[in-house]
């Protein structure tokens, strides 16, 4: 198995892309840049120096993964998502000193055309509706919606909405897998087999 990168594509010397990943039309890769095994990147995708994505992410078109950014393995990011890493940009000011860092946690799936405030963490398979902007820190297995983003449910790692309330005490089943879904408080697990 090897890395497909099309004709089109800009790979920067010393990027690291592992087995199995593609890299399609116009796509940029910076030399700093370290990319798991089985990525795929669309068209127009860039990414930074200053990252890090794991192992089986999908990046959709579109999408510019900047410096400060990091992807942990399974992330999907949809058409036209936007990141960031500086809270307050100006043209005329250089705040290259205060990038944030953003981290998303494995098998999250970021909405076509939302976009993600630096400096936050979104947690293991949360899940943002499309266009949805987020300013705060991402709970694992939350449904997250709107603008600014709020909490509306919760979702299972096979991506199927689950029947809870969005705190308290609570149970229930993936209908897709069987899993078993706990909340204690505002935190959702997944009970163990």
Not at 57 to 64: H, W
Request: negative net charge; hydrophobic residues 35%; contains cysteine.
């Amino acid at each position: 198995m090897s890395v497909k990168i099309h004709e089109s594509a800009i790979v920067d010397d010393g990027a690291q892309i592992g087995e199995g990943s593609r890299v399609w039309h116009f796509v940029h890769v910076c030399g700093g840049a370290r990319v798991g095994k089985n990525v795929s990147m669309g068209q127009g995708v860039f990414v930074g120096n200053k990252v890090t994505i794991g192992d089986n992410c999908k990046i959709q078109n579109n999408v510019s993964v900047y410096d400060n950014v990091h992807l942990e393995e399974g992330v999907f990011c949809g058409p036209s998502m936007v990141f960031t890493n500086v809270y307050n940009p100006r043209s005329l000011i250089e705040r290259k000193d205060e990038y944030l860092d953003t981290v998303v946690k494995k098998g999250a799936s970021l909405g076509a055309n939302c976009t993600i405030v630096c400096g936050v963490t979104i947690g293991e398979y949360a899940f943002l509706g499309a266009g949805a902007v987020i300013n705060k820190d991402v709970p694992s297995y939350a449904l997250m919606v709107g603008v600014p983003a709020r909490q509306i449910g919760w979702m299972s790692e096979y991506g199927e909405q689950l029947d809870l309330p969005l705190q308290g005490q609570g149970e229930a089943v993936c209908p897709h897998t069987g899993d078993r879904y706990v909340l204690d408080g505002n935190q959702l697990t997944r009970a163990s087999a």
